[in-house]
């Protein structure tokens, strides 16, 4: 397979731990997949993800930005992989088919209710394979306004193409809208697509940071 993958991946843990001490990690060392790594991490996603695109121009790939609390559970990933982005420029495990005013996150509606009738996308959660539970969004390779961030597949010519950038202003909450806004802004396609995975964590709505993040994000796009 000539298509070259790269696994974009930002961990509190350092380097040596990351291979025995995350889903990601030991799902990596099994397929023996190549991953842009940044060890002891600090810094918010968008810094990071910036920085594999960056380096990306020089080096292209398929770029695969994942949280490293996720296990890849797909034995045909690159195969999966390569079948969606023969449909869509960007790909994720779950989104939502519309986009509303005011929309709180990816799978919520202004009113911070689920969006269920939209939704696309199925995702393990738990701590290993079998999962603990499966949850069922919709049905996936369907063409979708927002993505969830535990995921986010591109050909980096394709976002390096559109000058498309992480915001880093959102260091983790809102990261993800606001980089689905831009890539439906430059008319990139967007889509869920069946790849077996088990994320350890859900999502944190609500506190201090995370209205802090959608106000910001609010602000930037004005609905």
């Known amino acids: ?26 799902s990596l060392s099994a397929f023996g ?22 380096e990306a121009a020089d080096d292209p790939a398929i770029l695969i930005f994942v949280h490293d609390d996720v296990h890849l559970c797909d034995l045909f990933w690159p195969m999966h992989i390569l079948a969606g982005l023969s449909h869509f420029d960007i790909l994720g495990l779950a989104g939502n088919r519309r986009r509303t005013p005011r929309q709180s996150a990816w799978h919520t509606n202004a009113n911070r209710a689920v969006d269920q009738e939209y939704l696309s996308g199925i995702v393990g959660f738990g701590k290993g394979f079998p999962p603990e539970g499966i949850d069922f969004y919709g049905p996936p390779c369907q063409e979708v306004k927002l993505l969830d961030g535990v995921m986010l597949i591109a050909r980096s010519e394709a976002l390096l193409a559109k000058q498309i950038r992480f915001d880093e202003q959102f260091d983790f909450h809102f990261y993800d809208l606001d980089f689905c806004r831009q890539a439906e802004q430059h008319g990139l396609r967007m889509g869920t697509w069946n790849i077996s995975v088990v994320h350890e964590s859900g999502g944190h709505y609500g506190g201090p940071r995370w209205e802090s993040a959608y106000a910001r994000y609010l602000e930037k796009w004005r609905s």
């Open 1 to 26: 397979m000539s298509e070259k993958f790269r696994f974009v991946c930002a961990t509190r843990e350092p380097q040596e731990r990351f291979p025995t001490h995350t889903a990601l990690g030991r």
């Open 33 to 54: 997949a190549a991953a842009r790594l940044f060890p002891a991490n600090t810094a918010g996603l968008p810094v990071v993800y910036n920085t594999a695109l960056r």
